[in-house]
């Protein structure tokens, strides 16, 4: 029988202490995971972390915040765009913040670090368009960032492996930015919630199917939203001539049958794909630094093989 990583079972012992999610309402939500105590974590050395505001939109208050980690050396770097999850309703670039450090440490890559906007009061195709015009800054802006244009790859966990995938399409649809990889950790790519993992984690592994639920209901505007490509990668039409990709799965994890499945469609289009199930592990580990800091290294360094052997990264680990 699987079993639960000692971790994963510390970790749902205080995820399942907490207030049910999906009985609030999104800004309680993200003002609860505000109040709550900073905890000490290793923090990665770098040579600098620098915040900018980015321009996304034609009105005046169409900006959001990225995040700049830049690693020790000389550069021009390779270039990583980095989607954080929570549902597209919470999280933000603090709750990633540990994790990208690390990436950029180990990878040898300058990471950036998106801080879209959120649903419900940005619901689809805001944080889409949010995460793709974050791309096109950074390709525009690499020199300036020390960074190497011909060189980006994209990634993020959950709803932001979700957005990395859909970023990438549209690059490919629109001509651009050219990324060389994509990096997918426990993507969600469709929202149908029926597949066989649903029905076996469906409560009790922190990622309940309801709490998936009221994560989805709150990202799109109706119920066509569901059947867009670009809400739910696993019903493109064509994914052919997509970047080559990198899909990580968690074990005990509502979405692991439907990355699964989005890695075997990429394979059977012909693009080049790598898979990798996270053995004894749930959903939102790759974040949880406090709980989960050896996994964490462990699926970094496999991050880091994987864009070695793509030819992108600088450094070995």
Same mark, same amino acid.
């Given at each position: 029988?699987?079993? =639960?990583?000692?971790?994963?079972?510390?970790?749902?012992?205080?995820?399942?202490?907490?207030?049910?999610?999906?009985?609030?309402?999104?800004?309680?939500?993200?003002?609860?995971?505000?109040?709550?105590?900073?905890?000490?974590?290793? =923090?990665?050395?770098?040579?600098?972390?620098?915040?900018?505001?980015?321009?996304?939109?034609?009105?005046?208050?169409?900006?959001?915040?990225?995040?700049?980690?830049?690693?020790?050396?000389?550069?021009?770097?390779?270039?990583?765009?980095?989607?954080?999850?929570?549902?597209?309703?919470?999280?933000?670039?603090?709750?990633?913040?540990?994790?990208?450090?690390?990436?950029?440490?180990?990878?040898?890559?300058?990471?950036?670090?998106?801080?879209?906007?959120?649903?419900?009061?940005?619901?689809?195709?805001?944080?889409?368009?949010?995460? $793709?015009?974050?791309?096109?800054?950074?390709?525009?802006?690499?020199?300036?960032?020390?960074?190497?244009?011909?060189?980006?790859?994209?990634?993020?966990?959950?709803?932001?492996?979700?957005?990395?995938?859909?970023?990438?399409?549209?690059?490919?649809?629109?001509?651009?930015?050219?990324?060389?990889?994509?990096?997918?950790?426990?993507?969600?790519?469709?929202?149908?919630?029926?597949?066989?993992? $649903?029905?076996?984690?469906?409560?009790?592994?922190?990622?309940?199917?309801?709490?998936?639920?009221?994560?989805?209901?709150? $990202?799109?505007?109706?119920?066509?939203?569901?059947?867009?490509?670009?809400?739910?990668? =696993?019903?493109?039409?064509?994914?052919?001539?997509?970047?080559?990709?990198?899909?990580?799965?968690?074990?005990?994890?509502?979405?692991?049958?439907?990355?699964?499945?989005?890695?075997?469609?990429?394979?059977?289009?012909?693009?080049?794909?790598?898979?990798?199930?996270?053995?004894?592990?749930?959903?939102? $580990?790759?974040?949880?630094?406090?709980?989960?800091?050896?996994?964490?290294?462990?699926?970094?360094?496999?991050?880091?093989?994987?864009?070695?052997?793509?030819?992108?990264?600088?450094?070995?680990?």
């Amino acid at each position: 029988m699987p079993q =639960l990583d000692p971790q994963s079972i510390v970790y749902l012992e205080g995820f399942n202490q907490m207030p049910v999610i999906q009985s609030m309402e999104p800004q309680t939500v993200r003002e609860m995971f505000a109040q709550a105590p900073p905890v000490e974590v290793e =923090l990665a050395p770098l040579a600098k972390i620098e915040d900018h505001i980015i321009s996304v939109g034609q009105e005046q208050d169409d900006e959001i915040t990225v995040r700049i980690y830049t690693p020790e050396g000389q550069g021009p770097f390779p270039l990583f765009v980095y989607y954080h999850g929570g549902g597209w309703v919470i999280g933000d670039i603090e709750l990633a913040d540990a994790t990208c450090r690390m990436i950029a440490n180990r990878t040898g890559s300058i990471v950036v670090s998106v801080d879209y906007r959120l649903a419900p009061e940005y619901k689809f195709p805001v944080p889409v368009q949010d995460s $793709y015009a974050a791309l096109q800054w950074v390709e525009e802006n690499a020199e300036v960032i020390n960074g190497n244009a011909s060189n980006i790859v994209v990634g993020g966990d959950s709803a932001g492996g979700n957005l990395a995938a859909v970023v990438s399409m549209m690059a490919r649809d629109q001509n651009g930015p050219q990324i060389k990889a994509q990096v997918l950790i426990y993507p969600v790519t469709n929202l149908s919630y029926d597949t066989e993992s $649903y029905k076996q984690f469906e409560k009790g592994y922190g990622l309940d199917r309801d709490l998936m639920i009221w994560f989805g209901d709150y $990202y799109i505007r109706n119920e066509a939203d569901k059947k867009n490509s670009y809400v739910a990668p =696993l019903l493109a039409e064509d994914v052919t001539n997509l970047p080559q990709a990198f899909v990580i799965t968690a074990e005990f994890d509502v979405l692991k049958d439907e990355g699964q499945a989005y890695a075997k469609r990429l394979q059977e289009a012909g693009v080049k794909v790598e898979t990798n199930c996270e053995e004894g592990l749930v959903h939102g $580990y790759f974040l949880n630094m406090a709980i989960f800091p050896e996994r964490i290294k462990g699926t970094i360094s496999n991050i880091a093989q994987f864009l070695n052997e793509a030819d992108i990264t600088v450094k070995n680990t």
